[in-house]
Each structure stands twice: as C-alpha cells, then as structure tokens.
C-alpha cells in the first residue's frame, strides 16, 4: 500500500520561495507517476505539476510554469517542488499523489491518482 506524507508548506512573503517535499513509501517510487496538486479554499483541486514514472517527463499548469519545478530522487523515494516567484493565488493546501505507470498531463488535468497525501498548507502574504 502507498502511502505519502507532504512536507515543507508554510507562510512565505509575495516572490518568496519553498520546496515541498513527498516521500512515498510501500512500493517502489519508479513505479509510480506522481503528481503535486492544490486546492484553495472554495475552489475545485488542480493539477500543478506532474511527473512520469518512466522517463520524468513532466507536465505543469499553465500559471506555475518556469516557477515551479518537480523533480525526484528515486534513492531517497521522495519527490520535491520547488516554488519561486511564490503569488497570493499561489496560496492552497498542496497535496502529492501517485498513480501507478501514470501519465503526467493526464494525471495532473484530469486530478486522477489512486493515493494521496494528506496536505500541507502553502499561505502566500505579506
């Protein structure tokens, strides 16, 4: 069974930085396309960033493309985010999620995972 824990969330000033981390564990991370998503409050979840379990081919969001980075590290079975050039619109819960042999542009448009995190909160504000 999979099972994944965000970290890293917190409040950071306008054009500020963070690095969210996901470590997966029960089943091997290379197995598993994974994929960051958020949900701010009275809005529907959206895929932000998607990574591909086979070849890290990446999918992003239109407005967090060239700030946001997904990246992975197969050894420490945990994916990262990297934020910068942090908005308020960035301001959400971001859950990480993984789908078995997954695609990323599917999985982050159509919000498809079989697991998920439990969230961690991103406040973006001065």
């Known amino acids: 069974q999979v099972q994944l824990v965000e970290s890293g969330g917190g409040l950071v000033q306008p054009g500020g930085s963070l690095r969210l981390s996901c470590a997966m564990s029960?089943?091997?991370?290379?197995?598993?396309?994974i994929g960051w998503f958020r949900q701010a409050p009275g809005k529907e979840r959206e895929g932000v960033a998607c990574?591909?379990?086979?070849?890290?081919?990446?999918y992003y969001e239109d407005s967090v493309k060239g700030r946001f980075t997904i990246s992975r590290d197969i050894a420490e079975s945990t994916v990262y985010l990297q934020m910068t050039s942090l908005k308020p619109e960035d301001t959400a819960v971001y859950y990480c999620?993984?789908?078995?042999?997954?695609?990323?542009?599917?999985?982050?448009?159509?919000?498809?995972?079989?697991?998920w995190g439990q969230g961690t909160q991103v406040t973006v504000s001065a």
């Open positions: 029960g089943r091997p991370l290379d197995d598993y396309a």
């Open positions: 990574i591909s379990s086979r070849d890290d081919s990446t």
């Open positions: 999620a993984a789908a078995l042999y997954g695609r990323p542009m599917a999985m982050c448009v159509a919000v498809i995972a079989a697991s």
